[in-house]
């Protein structure tokens, strides 16, 4: 499925995707893609990363689920021209959200 959704969204990028029990029921996940781009118009080097950090945490009851994401893209490039020379550059950006859903009876949600 990860892969699938890689190649749809991403192309020729890599990918990969990490699941993990904690206690009480509850579960994490890590979704890790990076693309790097071939050498084009002055570019010698570039790549685009993401770090995908899911995290879902049931109450007692198991009666309502909160769910977090933490999302991490990288950017980085090399460029080489006559007028800049030899430049690179690199950034990130980090995006928290969460969001506590009610579930049915017979979870129906999930």
Not at 56 to 81: D, M, P, Q, R, Y
């Amino acid at each position: 499925m990860v892969q699938e959704y890689k190649h749809l969204y991403y192309g020729d990028a890599i990918a990969n995707a990490y699941f993990w029990d904690k206690e009480d029921d509850n579960f994490a996940c890590c979704f890790l893609i990076k693309k790097t781009v071939a050498e084009e118009k002055g570019v010698r080097a570039g790549a685009w990363s993401s770090v995908n950090l899911f995290d879902v945490t049931f109450n007692g009851e198991h009666t309502e689920a909160t769910f977090k994401l933490v999302t991490t893209v990288i950017i980085e490039v090399g460029v080489t021209t006559k007028k800049v020379g030899d430049f690179s550059i690199m950034g990130n950006v980090d995006k928290k959200t969460s969001q506590t859903i009610q579930l049915s009876t017979k979870n129906e949600e999930m």
